[in-house]
């Protein structure tokens, strides 16, 4: 007689998803700098708990421009004399940094939505959604931004 063995049920394989992949691939070239893009989302982009950041001088704004604060993720803005705006810097369709404020639009790079300097309102392209909005105050001739 022979003896028979139960099967054996197949040992669980774990999902991986794309974004850990991908993550893995980025660690293992060494592109640590690129490593942010990994994390959950939400967390680099939520409100500081420290209180306002100071970002740099009024008379870097120019009336009917702005400026981008890349290293904050902020952009001010200068719609009217004496009227400042300050938005999330981040691109509400894939998440870009925008790079340049230009006739009277914030501009993003990656594929060229456009935000209006007045209130962060989509006025080109693909993004969804205007740019949040952010509160700035003035104090010794510096901005100041509250996430």
């Known amino acids: 007689m022979t003896e028979t063995t139960p099967a054996r049920p197949a040992p669980a394989v774990p999902v991986t998803s794309r974004r850990t992949l991908l993550c893995g691939a980025v660690l293992a070239a060494g592109g640590a700098g690129a490593l942010t893009a990994c994390g959950s ?23 009917g421009g702005g400026k981008v604060y890349r290293e904050q993720r902020i952009v001010v803005t200068q719609p009217a004399e004496g009227q400042y705006k300050a938005f999330s810097a981040k691109c509400t369709h894939a998440g870009c ?51």
């Open 41 to 63: 989302s939400g967390s680099a982009d939520q409100p500081a708990a420290s209180g306002p950041v100071q970002v740099g001088a009024v008379a870097d704004v120019p009336v």
């Open 97 to 147: 940094v925008v790079d340049e404020v230009k006739d009277g639009t914030v501009n993003c790079p990656c594929h060229y939505s456009k935000f209006t300097i007045a209130d962060g309102a989509v006025k080109e392209g693909p993004a969804p959604s205007p740019l949040p909005q952010y509160q700035v105050v003035v104090k010794d001739g510096a901005f100041q931004v509250t996430k």
